[in-house]
């Protein structure tokens, strides 16, 4: 079945990129998404990237998908503390979204 | 105020119990979602719904039920709770319609639910 794997855990220095990488199984996956959860808070979306995409970059963030090796990555330039959160990846899947396990990333000072 | 709203925001109760969740939302979707976190296992589809009439079965449907009373609310029950059901709940909306924003899913701030 479909499947999105990730690390558990990212921890980068504050100011530095941080990368958080995904592996996914769906090739037929029209959208990949990142999202963001913070303590006490649900998941919110941070990006997307259509299937047809390589690349998308809004502001501090960029989203890289290699559709040959089902690879995704989310980079965070200039990290900061408030980017302290679990990064769930997911793809899009018949109607409905499989996320991945989630990456936790803590910035050290 | 929340476009999702999840009552109530935690729970402990004992097993054997019966327990709802409720979850409304304002954001005139069509579909919306029950999912499960657990530590290191991400989320997982509980149940889902397309419309009012539609209900359908996620991965980790045993045990659990769900009414769709109105396009805007979708409750999750569990008849006779279990410790292994301990986990944090959330619910989730999209729009069918929404094709141009790649149909991502809204989420409420989730319920924290503790079977003793």
């Known amino acids: 079945g479909e499947d999105v794997e990730q690390s558990l855990f990212l921890s980068v220095r504050e100011g530095d990129s941080s990368v958080i990488n995904c592996t996914y199984t769906?090739?037929?996956?029209?959208?990949l998404y990142w999202y963001k959860q913070e303590p006490g808070a649900g998941l919110q979306l941070l990006t997307y990237?259509?299937?047809?995409?390589d690349m998308k970059q809004d502001q501090r963030l960029t989203v890289l998908l290699n559709k040959k090796d089902k690879h995704l990555s989310l980079r965070i330039a200039d990290t900061q503390t408030g980017d302290s959160a679990i990064y769930f990846c997911?793809?899009?899947?018949?109607?409905?979204?499989?996320f991945g396990s989630g990456t936790r990333l803590s910035i050290r000072p | 105020d929340a476009d999702v709203t999840q009552t109530p925001r935690n729970r402990i109760t004992k097993t054997g119990k019966r327990i709802m969740l409720e979850c409304s939302q304002t954001?005139?979707?069509?579909?919306m979602y029950w999912y499960r976190q657990d530590p290191g296992l991400g989320l997982r589809l509980i149940y889902y719904?397309?419309?009012?009439?539609?209900?359908n079965k996620g991965e980790i449907s045993d045990g659990y039920s769900v009414s769709r009373q109105a396009q805007a609310k979708f409750s999750l029950s569990l008849e006779s709770a279990i410790p292994n059901q301990t986990a944090l709940y959330f619910c989730?909306?999209?729009?069918?319609?929404?094709?141009?924003?790649?149909?991502?899913?809204?989420f409420g701030d989730g319920t924290r639910l503790s079977i003793l």
């Open positions: 997911a793809e899009s899947s018949a109607s409905k979204i499989i």
């Open positions: 769906d090739s037929s996956s029209t959208y």
């Open positions: 989730a909306t999209s729009d069918s319609h929404g094709t141009g924003d790649g149909q991502p899913q809204h």
């Open positions: 719904s397309f419309d009012v009439k539609d209900i």
């Open positions: 954001k005139g979707h069509d579909r």
């Open positions: 990237i259509f299937s047809n995409m």
